[in-house]
C-alpha cells in the first residue's frame, strides 16, 4: 500500500509564500510524475505543477513565474514553492504521483489534501 503525506498548508497574507511538502511511502519501484493540483470550492479540479522523473516541469499559466515545484527522487518527495500568494491561489492542494510497483503495475495515487488560504 502506498501513501502520500502532504504537509505545509496554511493561511497566509496576500504577497505571501508557503511551501507544500508531499511524500511518497510504501511499495513503490519507481515513480514517474509527481505534482500538485488544487480545487477551489464550487471549481473543478485543476493542474497547478508537474515535474517528471527527468525533472522536466509543467505549470499552470496562472502560477507561471511564483510557484516552483521541485523534486527530491532518493526521498520520493515533491515540494511546492509558492511566492505572490493571491486570494485565487485559495484552495485544497492535492499531490499526485504516478508510479509502478514491483510487480510493475502502474497506479495514480492521490494524498489527502492540504488547505491553502491566502487572505487579509
Known amino acids: 500500500q502506498v501513501q502520500l503525506v502532504e504537509s505545509g498548508g496554511g493561511l497566509v497574507q496576500p504577497g505571501g509564500s508557503l511551501r507544500l511538502s508531499c511524500a511518497a511511502s510504501?511499495?513503490?519501484?519507481?515513480?514517474?510524475?509527481m505534482g500538485w493540483h488544487r480545487q477551489a470550492p464550487g471549481k473543478e479540479r485543476e493542474l497547478v505543477a508537474t515535474?517528471?522523473?527527468?525533472?522536466?516541469?509543467k505549470y499552470a499559466d496562472n502560477v507561471k513565474g511564483r510557484f516552483t515545484i521541485t523534486r527530491d527522487n532518493a526521498r520520493n518527495t515533491v515540494y511546492l514553492q509558492m511566492n505572490s500568494l493571491k486570494p485565487e491561489d485559495t484552495a485544497t492542494y492535492y499531490c499526485?504521483?504516478?508510479?509502478?510497483?514491483?510487480?510493475?503495475?502502474?497506479?495514480?495515487?492521490w494524498g489527502q489534501g492540504t488547505q491553502v488560504t491566502v487572505s487579509s
Open positions: 499526485n504521483a504516478k508510479f509502478y510497483d514491483y510487480a510493475g503495475e502502474m497506479y495514480d495515487q
Open positions: 510504501g511499495s513503490i519501484f519507481s515513480i514517474n510524475t
Open positions: 515535474m517528471a522523473r527527468g525533472y522536466n516541469s
